[in-house]
């Protein structure tokens, strides 16, 4: 958990950002049986459950248990110490492992597409992320269980660094751009001021001409008076 602050002239506890998840993560449990209960799944993951005989019979008793088993978490009466402990008391491990883990995976698919959008809701493209230091402790922490190399070797510094390269390529890129953009409107602009240079001495023409036609006809007017 992160450093905590509290606000100024708050007396309650120290604000921690992690804590939100605290609020959220019921909303987006919430969410995923929904999804279940719309049969709103991917192929793959419809394949997958027929492949193991899952019913939704099944799920909806282990969302029930679910359930009744977060409520132990701030149980007055009887509270639990763990995950575990709550998901025991309900008698969670009894079902079959499949169904157990086919709902958590949508309860993780969800988790991670909430992720996604909350990360682009706190980034602009081209700028630096408020997010950017956990996700980059999370991709070290990845690379480290992925290679099993030494923990030296997975520092965050790696990441860091891919992460500037990606900043520094996406600001390259819009200048780039920009650039181009800028090229084509001067070569437009050049492109106008040329025509308009050849369009001149023929407007200087005509209106010479005009003049001339002009001069005849007053003359030829007077001439036919006399």
């Known amino acids: 958990m992160g450093i905590g602050f509290k606000p100024r002239g ?12 605290a609020y959220i993560t019921p909303t987006l449990m919430r969410s995923a049986i929904e999804k279940l209960d719309c049969n709103d799944i991917s192929e793959e993951a419809t394949r997958w459950k027929a492949e193991h005989n899952i019913t939704s019979a099944e799920l909806g008793a282990a969302a029930e248990v679910l359930a009744r088993a977060q409520r132990d978490f701030i149980s007055a009466a ?7 402990q709550a998901l ?16 958590f995976a949508t309860i993780g698919y969800v988790v991670c597409a ?10 602009v493209i081209g700028e630096p992320s408020a997010a950017d230091t956990a996700m980059i402790d999370f991709a070290a922490s990845a690379h480290k269980f992925a290679t099993n190399a030494a923990l ?3 520092s965050p510094i790696l990441e860091t660094l891919q992460a500037r390269n990606d900043l520094l390529s996406c600001r390259c890129n ?7 953009k800028l090229r084509q409107e001067l070569a ?17 023409t005509n209106i010479a ?3 001339f036609i002009g001069y005849l006809a007053r003359t030829c007017g007077l001439s036919s008076r006399n």
Do not use: M, N
């Open 10 to 21: 708050e007396t309650g506890p120290l604000y921690h950002p992690e804590r939100d998840y």
């Open 78 to 84: 009887d509270p639990v110490t763990s995950l575990e």
């Open 88 to 103: 025991s008391r309900r008698d969670y491990y009894d079902i079959r492992y499949s169904v157990r883990q086919f709902l």
């Open 188 to 204: 437009e602009i050049l492109e106008q001021e040329a025509a308009r240079k050849v369009k001149a001495p023929k407007s200087t």
């Open 114 to 123: 909430a992720w996604f959008k909350a990360v682009r809701d706190v980034t």
């Open 152 to 154: 030296e070797r997975t």
């Open 174 to 180: 819009i200048l780039g751009q920009e650039c181009s």
């Open 209 to 211: 001409i005009s003049a």
